[in-house]
């Protein structure tokens, strides 16, 4: 079975500030995908970025970027130029590659409570 | 637009009733989950569909059952044997097959006890 664990449950960042949320994972499985999801207020659930684990190439998008580091099963997110939209729950979780057939069976990690201060 | 729709956005449960919520998607999309959220605890998975008329427990299935009649459609059913109901409850879709498409969520169904 695969466990997510984030170990911040609560970080702050000044706008326009660059923060990072950190996220370790354990699996036996090569063949995987990890995401960042964000709920804001709404308890909207969001996909922020995602990172194919085969791929050693860092994800990107926008302003936002992942550090994988797969021997570490480490997997963090890096806010940059902080924005008051940003504030909301953030998940990482962890999927395995799929077979023909099978779905994207998702598992979350507890959360990180960001609040974006002006 | 398509999406995934999920009703009511809030119920309420008396003591020993069956509730069921609704959850709807125009995705075409093939398997179908239910997630549940408590505070502080992220997301855990109910059931899961991959396809209609098929359905698997997912890590905390006691007290739920569901349905997949339709394609587009899977219903939860929180039954008076879940004994702590009170929660978050988010549905999700996906594609199937080699891809690493992400899930889509609904916008949630909060569910309190009377």
């Known amino acids: 079975a695969q466990t997510v664990t984030q170990s911040q449950p609560e970080m702050s960042v000044q706008e326009a500030e660059t923060v990072t949320l950190s996220c370790t994972y354990d699996?036996?499985?090569?063949?995987?995908?990890l995401f960042w999801y964000k709920q804001p207020p709404s308890r909207q659930m969001i996909l922020v970025i995602r990172?194919?684990?085969?791929?050693?190439q860092n994800a990107t998008e926008n302003r936002f970027s992942v550090n994988f580091q797969k021997a570490a099963k480490s997997f963090s997110l890096k806010i940059s130029d902080s924005q008051l939209g940003d504030t909301a729950m953030y998940f990482c979780?962890?999927?395995?590659?799929?077979?023909?057939?099978?779905?994207?069976?998702?598992?979350f990690g507890e959360g990180t409570q960001l609040t974006v201060n002006p | 637009d398509g999406g995934i729709t999920q009703s009511p956005k809030y119920l309420f449960r008396k003591e020993g009733q069956n509730v069921t919520l609704s959850c709807e998607q125009n995705?075409?999309?093939?398997?179908m989950y239910w997630y549940r959220q408590d505070p502080g605890q992220g997301l855990r998975l109910i059931y899961y569909?991959?396809?209609?008329?098929?359905?698997q427990k997912g890590d905390i299935a006691e007290g739920y059952s569901v349905s997949r009649e339709k394609k587009e459609s899977f219903p939860l059913t929180v039954t008076s044997a879940q004994k702590n109901p009170t929660a978050f409850y988010l549905c999700?879709?996906?594609?199937?097959?080699?891809?690493?498409?992400?899930?889509?969520f609904g916008d949630g169904t909060r569910l309190s006890i009377l």
């Open positions: 999700a879709s996906s594609t199937t097959g080699l891809s690493n498409q992400p899930q889509h």
């Open positions: 699996t036996s499985e090569n063949n995987y995908y």
């Open positions: 990172q194919e684990a085969y791929k050693q």
């Open positions: 979780a962890f999927m395995k590659g799929r077979e023909e057939t099978s779905g994207s069976r998702l598992t």
């Open positions: 995705l075409n999309h093939d398997a």
């Open positions: 569909s991959q396809i209609v008329n098929d359905f």
